[in-house]
C-alpha cells in the first residue's frame, strides 16, 4: 500500500501543476483599490537624479491639458502625456493605452505607449489615500523600447 501511495501521490501533484501551469494569469491588483481612478496635478517632492517622489491628486476625470493617468481596475490604465518628443512649450497632450499590474507589496509595473514606442517603468507606491498618491520612480530603469 505504501508503494502505491509513493507512486501515485507524485504523479497527482505533479499533474495538478501541469494543469494549472498553462492557465491565463490575470494580474495581481490586490490591495491597490484605492488606486483605481484618475490621478492629475503632478508635483515633484523630490527630485534628486535618479529618484523623483511625485504626488499626485484624485480628480474626476482627465484633465485635457496637462500630465494625468487613469488607473482601470481590469489592468489597464490611460496616461495622458506629450504627444510629440519635443518638451518646449507649448505642449499638446493626448492618451495613450497601457497596462498595469502589481509587482510585489508596493510597486506597479507599468507598460504603456508613448509617441516613440512603448514606455516600461515602475513606480514604488509610497502612499495612497482617497485623495492623494505618492510615488517614487527611479528614471533610470525605465526603459522606452
Known sequence: MKKIVLIILPALICG????????????????FDDIIGCWANPVYEYDIYPIAVICYQRV????ANSPSIRFLN???????????????P???????????????????????????????????????????LSIEINVENVQYK
Open 60 to 63: 474626476k476625470t482627465l484633465p
Open 90 to 132: 507649448p505642449i499638446t497632450y493626448g492618451d495613450f493605452s497601457g497596462n498595469w499590474q502589481v509587482e510585489n507589496d508596493n510597486d506597479i509595473k507599468i507598460d504603456v505607449a508613448y509617441w516613440g514606442g512603448v514606455e516600461q517603468k515602475t513606480w514604488k507606491i509610497i502612499n495612497v489615500t482617497n485623495t492623494s
Open 74 to 88: 481590469d489592468g489597464t490604465l490611460i496616461e495622458r502625456k506629450n504627444i510629440g518628443w519635443c518638451g518646449t
Open 16 to 31: 495538478i501543476a501541469l494543469m494549472t501551469g498553462c492557465e491565463r494569469q490575470e494580474p495581481n491588483l490586490e490591495g
